[in-house]
């Protein structure tokens, strides 16, 4: 009963979503087109979800896939199929249907990566498609580069490195800390990194600055201690002077020196309260820092000796 209850599913997912390699040809054939339309994101939804459900719904899937691949001419389809077989380990079929998405979109970034890894764990380079993935493409080098690591041929993996650093592929920083560092005896790492240039963009400076963009107090506060996880006292390069002000009060309370505790938090709260009477949109930002200061010099025991200072907020 539930093998004909599944069977009836999958034909009406055949009628709903069209284009399914698996229906009859009593079925509506009209080809759904890629692209963001809502009928075309409905049934990509639909396949994924079947991929992982009964042998018959992935069946389903898998055959919707192939058509759209090899005859409705989608090189998504293509992709998504690659990755099903990627994930499942079947490598080969993965480089025969990424190979077919990038032919079909061969300036799709993630058709060549999904490809270049189909390559790589299918572990023969010789059989990419000369095409789409030329032997002097920094992609085919590198991906060379990194089966020759695996397979530990040090000398033929030396000689593709010296190429890339050659193409300013490779930086000094990709050689010190990818896979490379892993594979080439410390002599070869020191005499590559000698020659190679420098990455254009800090990427961990790079990150943090993005990050902190994305905390709700970034236009007022300085969120970089809190993003790299340090104490605000060991962070040298803040820009609000409201940030800075509060660092001082606690290297000041750190110190034990009253005086000063006291003559730097007077300074937090009137950079507060100046800040806080001229804002306009921020304005709630500006009470939730008052609120949290109060609070943390009535709870938190690094404030123990000055509790005091919480009635002048």
């Known amino acids: 009963m539930e093998k004909y209850i599944s069977s009836f599913f999958l034909i009406l997912q055949c009628l709903l979503l069209t284009a399914c390699s698996g229906c009859s040809s009593t079925e509506n054939k009209k080809s759904v087109t890629p692209g963001l339309e809502a009928e075309y994101l409905v049934l990509n939804e639909k396949i994924l ?5 009964s042998p018959d719904e ?14 409705d001419g989608d090189p998504h389809a293509c992709y998504n199929l ?22 079909k979109s061969p300036k799709d970034a993630l058709y060549v990566e999904m490809y270049r890894q189909s390559l790589l764990e299918n572990g023969k380079m010789e059989i990419a498609n000369k095409d789409s993935l030329p032997t002097n493409d920094p992609s085919y080098l590198i991906t060379k580069l990194e089966l020759e690591c695996r397979n530990q041929n040090k000398e033929v993996a030396i000689q593709i490195a010296k190429d890339l650093v050659g193409k300013e592929v490779l930086t000094a920083e990709s050689i010190r800390n990818g896979f490379i560092s892993e594979c080439l005896p410390e ?13 254009k963009v ?30 605000i006292e060991k962070e040298e390069d803040l820009k609000h002077q409201l940030t ?13 020196n009253d005086k000063l505790v006291r003559k730097n938090f007077h300074e937090f709260l009137k950079t507060l ?3 806080k009477s001229q804002a306009k949109q921020e304005a709630n930002l500006y009470l939730a820092i008052e609120r949290a200061a109060k609070l943390l010099l009535e709870q938190d025991e690094f404030f123990a000796k000055y509790r005091s200072l919480a009635d002048e907020i």
Not at 58 to 71: S, Y
Not at 82 to 103: D, P, Q
Not at 204 to 224: G, P, V
């Open 58 to 71: 992935k069946d389903w899937a898998v055959k919707t896939l192939e058509k759209r691949c090899e005859e």
């Open 273 to 275: 309260k100046d800040e």
């Open 202 to 231: 800090n990427f961990a400076s790079f990150y943090y600055s993005e990050k902190n963009k994305s905390n709700l107090f970034y236009s007022i506060w300085d969120t970089s201690y809190f993003t790299k996880n340090q104490p």
């Open 82 to 103: 690659a990755s099903h077989l990627f994930a499942i380990k079947n490598f080969s079929g993965a480089v025969r249907y990424s190979e077919r998405a990038v032919i």
């Open 244 to 256: 800075m002000s509060w660092r001082e009060f606690r290297k000041a309370v750190q110190s034990k």
């Open 49 to 53: 979800m079947n991929l992982y459900g």
């Open 187 to 199: 002599k070869s790492i020191n005499e590559l990194t000698s020659v190679s240039k420098k990455n």
